[in-house]
């Protein structure tokens, strides 16, 4: 173990750790010193924990003298103090208390509906959250932002959503948002395996622009949050009423012809939108009272919004979503049979996944999800057939874009291990 026996040798030994290229201590991020003194210095610096304080002293001393009384603050503060009690305790307990301590720090950008941080970054984007969380460091220090004022944290989504958004240096003209999403549609694209990596790459330049939003996108969908409106009451059975059912099968061809259909699972599509609805949160019960939310009254006001929800309802999630895609990227080359869009999707289900006991899925299995997927799909609008056999079929104009938008959405999410 290494004894610091002065405040000079302290100093030493902190520049050469943190500013080994010899850069000025002005040039040390907040986030740079967070990391120091919240995680590298009990964990990795070779010293004792008696000797933190004149560590942490001098490296404050460093800071004030180069103007960042903020980052100085760190050293000393009550936050880091408790990190280093934490870490002393267990490992377990250090690491808990320094996340907490990372995701409340005013320098650490925050998620936007923009765009989530990647806990597995690129190049493009771990430039980006750096050139961030320096861009959050000046607006503090020019008093832009204000910790705690009214409205602080919205303010500092703006900012932060205001910067990912305008042409900056580091990435050559694009925005940081258009650099760290063309890096994530690659890795998308360049994911193993190998049938995973053909159905994805010729998809790369299509996602490159988002789609325009047709006129009329999920038309059911917003046909029913509409229909159901401030609320109906629901049958005894928690079914729809009989009268929106019949009203339903009658606007979109969902029953069988000259027959009237008795309840809402009578008409499978009915069915399907009610429980997407529901599950996306844009309808609510409440004792036998349907009604729209306030996220289904936003849905019906934004037309992007719709479609994006219903496109992501669509494609669910997990392995269902990686299916879905092999489904959607055959449908958009044109008209299918169900035969052929059955050998798409297997040739992925084949090589990308197995069950637990290790053995792999059949073409039964993937006909069975490929009707999952197909049923609502249809009742959003997104899928027509060509005759009543449903043996043939295509994306409707709507269905294409959301097809798209689904797409651009998987491929722009952070990632959390370093395939998506």
């Not at 080359?333 to 035969?339: A, K, Y």
Request: charged share 25%; hydrophobic share 45%; proline share 7%.
């Amino acid at each position: 173990m290494t004894h610091i026996g002065d405040a000079e040798d302290a100093r030493d030994r902190l520049l050469g750790w943190l500013l080994p290229d010899g850069d000025p201590v002005s040039s040390l991020a907040q986030e740079d010193v967070e990391r120091f003194c919240w995680y590298e210095l009990p964990v990795k610096w070779a010293g004792k924990p008696v000797e933190y304080p004149r560590i942490l002293t001098a490296l404050a001393d460093l800071l004030h003298a180069a103007g960042r009384p903020r980052a100085a603050a760190v050293c000393t503060s009550e936050t880091t103090r408790e990190i280093l009690a934490a870490w002393q305790r267990s490992p377990d307990q250090g690491r808990a208390a320094f996340r907490r301590a990372v995701d409340a720090s005013p320098v650490t950008p925050p998620d936007t509906s923009l765009l989530a941080w990647g806990s597995v970054m690129g190049i493009d984007e771990a430039v980006a959250r750096r050139n961030a969380s320096w861009m959050l460091e000046e607006a503090l220090d020019d008093g832009v932002l204000v910790p705690g004022a009214r409205g602080y944290d919205a303010a500092r989504v703006k900012h932060l959503e205001r910067w990912l958004t305008t042409p900056y240096s580091a990435h050559d003209g694009p925005t940081p948002l258009d650099a760290i999403h063309s890096e994530r549609r690659r890795t998308w694209a360049e994911t193993p395996p190998a049938a995973r990596r053909r159905l994805r790459g010729p998809l790369a330049d299509l996602l490159a622009t988002a789609p325009a939003v047709p006129e009329g996108t999920a038309e059911p969908l917003r046909w029913l949050l509409e229909s159901v409106g401030d609320g109906v009451t629901l049958t005894q059975a928690g079914y729809l009423p009989r009268a929106l059912v019949v009203e339903a099968a009658e606007r979109y061809d969902w029953y069988l012809p000259g027959m009237v259909p008795r309840t809402e699972y009578d008409v499978v599509r009915l069915a399907e939108l009610h429980q997407l609805a529901r599950a996306e949160r844009l309808l609510a019960k409440r004792h036998r009272k349907l009604a729209l939310t306030a996220r289904g009254r936003q849905h019906l006001a934004d037309p992007a919004l719709l479609q994006a929800t219903a496109a992501h309802a669509w494609f669910g999630d997990r392995v269902v979503a990686e299916l879905a895609e092999a489904a959607a990227a055959a449908l958009l080359g044109g008209e299918t049979g169900l035969d052929d869009l059955t050998s798409a999707v297997h040739a992925l289900a084949a090589e990308a996944f197995t069950y637990a006991d290790g053995s792999t899925p059949q073409p039964d299995d993937t006909r069975r999800f490929l009707w999952q997927w197909l049923r609502p799909g249809e009742a959003l609008g997104f899928l027509s057939f060509r005759d009543r056999s449903r043996s043939t079929i295509t994306l409707t104009p709507t269905g294409r874009a959301a097809a798209v938008a689904a797409f651009r959405a998987r491929a722009h999410a952070s990632r959390t291990t370093p395939w998506a």
